[in-house]
DNA sequence: AGTACGATTCGATGGACGTCAAAGAATGAG
DNA sequence: CTCATTCTTTGACGTCCATCGAATCGTACT
């Protein structure tokens, strides 16, 4: 039974958490393996390929900022956790953004 | 005698100190209402225009980091400090941060 | 039930950051 | 030359943040 974890709503999206979220190297690490994969992928398959030095509770610090400042949804399927990028309500909310930052279209 | 502040090359810009510098709502007042700017202008009457609360040394302190982080470019004119946003550099290293971060094209 | 596994939370620690008051240059005016 | 004005630097303070080890929680498998 698949929960989706708490999240902001797209209206409520503020530039400055947005921001602080990507100015973290090992977070953009993260985000940008992730705006790669245009499928919704396991955080500990993510992990692998963005290939941080960090321990498990680091990185799940980090998911959290990622999906609490509104740029990852995160669903928990049993003990897995499913992610992918909020694109559409990041180019709504901040048009060319994600791109700009993370590289590519 | 007019004397360019030091400032980074456009090649050694670290999107990390970018982000970080942009990710203050401080320094970010500061950019946009440059960045709406389209000539050169005074770093005292560009404060006034931000209209932050801060201290003089505060607003100093985050004219350096925008300029070390190569946001900006300032030169000492006397008394005067003038300063622009590195525009061609910003887009030829990050195209289309500034626009997105900032608003407007 | 019990165990193993993945993810999160808790507590602590070290470092970085924003902020300001006071001291220190640098420049223009008298 | 001296003084006054403006910005910068320094030093200090409080806060926030990244990080990790250990403990906790929830789920799956036997």
Redesign the pocket.
């Known amino acids: 039974m698949p929960r989706t974890?708490p999240e902001p709503t797209a209206e409520s999206f503020d530039l400055t958490v947005i921001l602080?979220a990507l100015a973290?190297p090992?977070r953009r690490a993260l985000m940008t393996a992730l705006y790669r994969a245009t499928e919704p992928i396991?955080?500990?398959v993510l992990v692998e390929k963005a290939d941080l030095?960090?321990?498990?509770?680091?990185?799940?610090?980090?998911?959290?900022?990622l999906r609490e400042a509104g740029l990852t949804r995160?669903v928990a399927?049993?003990?897995?956790?499913i992610v992918r990028v909020r694109r559409d309500d990041m180019e709504a909310r901040f048009p060319g953004l994600l791109p700009a930052v993370l590289g590519g279209p």
Chains 1, 2 share one sequence.
């Open positions: 974890l602080n973290d090992g396991d955080c500990a030095g960090l321990s498990n509770p680091t990185v799940s610090h980090h998911y959290r900022v995160t399927e049993g003990r897995k956790r």
